[in-house]
Structure formats: C-alpha cells, structure tokens
C-alpha cells in the first residue's frame, strides 16, 4: 500500500527515492501512467524545446496570452529557488499545497496493477502536467525539460511545437552533434501540425524529420522573420506583419529570435487562440523572468544569467560586451560538471578581471577548484597574458557573492552566472542588497 504524505518537501523526497537513476530515457513508463491516470487536455497545447532560450519563449507565450485576456497555463523547469516556480497557472506560480492531490494521483496510478518506475523529472511532470490539464486553461504553455522525443512531456500530443536556438548540452545523453541533437528536438513535432523552429541555421535532421512526418514546417527567414533598427522592431510571417513593437522586457539581442518564434506560434494558432496585435505589443515590453540576464538595479551593477552551455554564454558575452564599459567586471561562476567548461571559460574569459569560483549544493557540481584548474590550464595554452587575473574560491554561490560586493567599487560589475543552481542560491533570499559602502548610508 502505498504511504501518503501531507506536504510538498515529503513528496519531492519521495520523487528521489523512487528509481535509481536520475535521467532515464524512454516514454514507455511515462506514457503508461499517463494513460493509467487518463491524462488530456481540453485545450489548445505548445511545446517549447531547444537549447537555450526555451524559458524565455514559455514567458512570452505566457504573456502575450494573459494580456489576450486568457488563462494560461505554464510547465517549465528547473526551477531557480523554490519547485513551486514550475508551475504557473493564470500568471501566478502554484502554492505548495496545490501541487498534493496530484502527487497522490501519480503515485496510485504508478503502483495500479504492477509497479511502474519514475524518476524525479518524470513524476513532477506527470503530476504538474494532470495540475495543467485540471485547471480550465485556454492554452497549456510546456518546456521540455532534455531533448524532446523521449522527453517526458512529449507524452502530450501538442497543438504547436517551438523548437528555440539548438547547440550541445548534455551530449552523453543527447549526442555531441547538432544534427543527432536536432533529431531528439524534432521528435516533438506532430504530422499535419504547426512546428516553429526559430533557429536561424537550424541542423538539416530537423527540416528532414519535418518532410518525413508531414509537420507545417515554419521556418525563421522563410516563413517568418523580423528586422529592428535601435528604437523598435518589426515582424513578418504568413499573412500578417506586425510594424513598430518595442523590444521585448527581457534583456539580450537573442530575444528577439525568441519572440519572433512566439509571434510565429500565434500565428500558427490564430483559430484556436487569436490573439490583438495590442496583446503582443503589451504582452512582450512586460515580460518578466528572473535570472536571464536580470540587472538587479544598485551598485555596482550586479547581472544574474542562468547561462551554462557554450552557446549561452556566447549570448551573455554579447549582452555584456553590449552594456559599455566598467573599470572591473568581477565574475562569480559556478557549474555542473557535465558541461563543456573549456570554450565557455574562453569565450567569456576576457571581460573578466576577477574570478569567484564556488562549489554548488548538488553532486553533479563541479568544485571550485577544479574550475580553477581548468581557467589556470587555460591560460598556460593562451600564453598566460592575462595570468594576471585572481582567483578566489568560495563554499556557495552567496559567500562567493558576498566577496564580490566587499571588493567591488560602485562602478563596477559583477555577474553570476553558471547554472541555475549558482543564480537560484543568489536569489534565494530575495534579491540580493547591496551593501552600505555604495548607497552612501
């Protein structure tokens, strides 16, 4: 018989518990809960998967949609600080308490007849999919947590598919090339359906799988595209333009690649759910989402990224390198040992003057001085002609953080970014304060 438990952290405990393996590909167990559990939507559905620029996709669908006067609801992860941040239902993230009943429900439908296996990622979904399908939305906004074709979120049959930016991450579960990755994304396309893929130089696997399933292809440059001069910007698709938009809220010039991706979604959907050229126009100079390159206004000017593969961190060098100058720029950087550390360290290395290199709160982290191996290996092959820059570690991202701000001047900056483990310690009290040396108290 299976236990019951009377709060979210006991649930979240036992979701760890469950199978031996954190990631475990297939849809096989997923599908067959689902099925046990009679999981549908009555709504229209989008999925968002790719690389980078998935989070900020889901924010914008979102907002756009609230300001068409909509419900929507939206499944992303991982989650900065708290769980409950996966689940938004009408702009508003989920109460602890909410999430209980479906919890229960996935674990009755697991245990019905024989046993069936879930990890973690699987579980959670699966009960915040059935919170979403419960919940009288007008659209369901879904992230898809790794890949896509095994993804357990691919277990719903979407309206619309938005396939963002696609680079390497996760290479041992994905491949570590882009056209096998771009087959695990495709795999999120439906015959006869809407698939948005907003990657400029998307991998051909991608388009082929399109043409083999018969999905409505929407291609970035030809079916729809955008252009932008420094005050605002403009987007074509498929019979309709819109002229004259302000820059999305969230900051970075990738952004508008994810909103034409967006705009190119409701579009796509205009008879399931249309939406006003005043909701686009309002929906995206007010979205919000913390961590991707939020300024935390004071000083010294302080940015938090979740940025924690090669390409975006290429984006957040960019979006830096844009800001204009600062005497020093002070860099607290902590990752997930998995990832491709060398030509992120390299690309981002030369705006940095000062390194905080910490631990993280998760085995799968990196420690701080094997980060500090890899940036002084790195600078032995370039010929150390910046060996110049110093080198602090630290236990966790605050403490790290912490002595950035002591050694900052007011015209400085600090950036934090890695992993959303090293934003989401950061933020974990609320947005950080700058200490008194600088607001003159």
């Known amino acids: 018989m299976h236990s019951t438990f009377s709060t979210l952290p006991e649930w979240l405990a036992h979701c760890e518990q469950i199978h031996p393996q954190n990631i ?28 980078n620029g998935k989070g900020s996709t889901c924010a914008m669908l ?61 579980f959670t979904t699966l009960a915040i999919l059935r919170m979403l399908s419960l919940s009288k939305l007008d659209v369901a906004i879904l992230e898809v947590g790794l890949g896509g074709r095994l993804d357990a979120t691919n277990v719903v ?62 291609r ?18 498929r019979g309709r333009r819109y002229a004259g938009l302000s820059y999305p809220a969230l900051r970075g010039a990738n952004q508008l690649m994810n909103a034409s991706g967006v705009l190119a979604a409701y579009e796509a959907l205009r008879q399931l759910v249309p939406v006003t050229a005043q909701a686009v126009r309002t929906g995206l100079a007010m979205v919000e989402l913390p961590g991707r390159f939020q300024i935390i206004p004071g000083q010294p000017t302080l940015v938090l990224d979740v940025a924690h593969n090669p390409h975006s961190v290429a984006a957040l060098t960019a979006n830096l390198d844009a800001m204009g100058y600062f005497p020093t720029t002070h860099a607290v950087f902590g990752a997930m040992a998995d990832k491709d550390l060398t030509p992120m360290l390299l690309k981002v290395g030369p705006l940095i003057d ?32 910046r060996s110049e820059v110093p080198v602090n570690l ?21 950036v934090v970014f890695g992993s959303f483990y090293t934003v989401g310690e950061v933020l974990k009290d609320g947005p950080p304060r700058l200490h008194a040396k600088h607001l003159g108290e």
């Open 24 to 51: 475990a590909m297939g849809l096989e167990r997923v599908r067959e809960v689902a099925q046990r559990m009679a999981l549908k939507f009555d709504c229209p559905v989008i999925t968002v998967a790719g690389t």
């Open 62 to 122: 979102e907002a756009v949609a609230l300001q068409a006067g909509y419900k929507p609801g939206v499944y992303t992860s991982p989650h900065l600080v708290h769980f409950e941040e996966r689940c938004r239902i009408h702009g508003e993230i989920a109460k602890a308490e909410d999430f209980l009943p479906h919890f229960e429900a996935v674990e009755a439908a697991r245990l019905q007849g024989e046993e069936i296996l879930l990890t973690y990622f699987e």
């Open 157 to 218: 049959d979407a309206d619309c598919a938005i396939i963002t930016s696609i680079d390497i991450d996760h290479a041992a579960i994905l491949g570590n090339d882009r056209e096998t990755i771009g087959r695990e994304k495709a795999g999120i396309m439906r015959p006869g359906r809407p698939v948005i893929v907003s990657d400029p130089v998307p991998p051909q696997s991608v388009l082929d799988h399109a043409a083999e399933i018969g999905a409505d292809l929407w």
């Open 220 to 237: 970035f440059g030809h079916d729809f595209n955008y252009e932008g001069d420094r005050q605002q910007w403009g987007w074509a698709g």
């Open 354 to 385: 000062r390194w905080y290199f910490t631990d993280l709160p998760t085995p799968r982290a990196e420690s701080a001085s094997n980060l500090q191996q890899k940036w002084s290996a790195l600078q032995m092959v370039a010929g150390a002609t």
């Open 394 to 414: 630290y236990q966790n991202p605050q403490e790290a953080l912490r002595a950035a701000v002591e050694a900052a001047d007011p015209a400085d900056r600090i």
